[in-house]
């Protein structure tokens, strides 16, 4: 009779359920974060142009809302650009986006190689 009443008290402990929306509710008050992928598309957007010597340092801000990556010319300097990442916007205007130096958002999307893709493409200048 012990082993078939071990046996019912091991069965409970190891059927739990678990509500889904608690653990919805334990991501609240945690920090956007950027994942693996997406970190790694930015970091190689980076090495490209500091081998350019375009830009310098770099900051990452893991806030409440949004993840920014900021790009700098020089450490005491404002950022040049910021790439951003707001969830709550995914499913609108995309969760990704550029901003540059004045706050003027440069581009917007869903996906965010195709947002980098910004820095691809720059104007040059060209003598008449």
Do not use: C
Request: cysteine-free.
């Amino acid at each position: 009779m012990k082993k078939d009443s071990a046996d019912a008290t091991e069965k409970e402990a190891s059927a739990k359920l678990v509500p889904l929306h608690g653990i919805a509710q334990g991501r609240v008050g945690m920090p956007v974060a950027f994942e693996r992928r997406e970190l790694d598309l930015i970091l190689r957007l980076y090495g490209r142009m500091v081998a350019a010597n375009e830009w310098k340092d770099y900051a990452i801000d893991h806030l409440e809302d949004r993840a920014v990556f900021s790009v700098y010319r020089r450490a005491s300097e404002v950022p040049l650009f910021q790439i951003v990442k707001d969830p709550k916007l995914a499913r609108r205007q995309g969760a990704f986006s550029v901003v540059a130096a004045g706050g003027r958002i440069l581009r917007r999307g869903h996906e965010l190689a195709r947002v980098l893709n910004v820095f691809d493409s720059r104007l040059k200048l060209v003598k008449a």
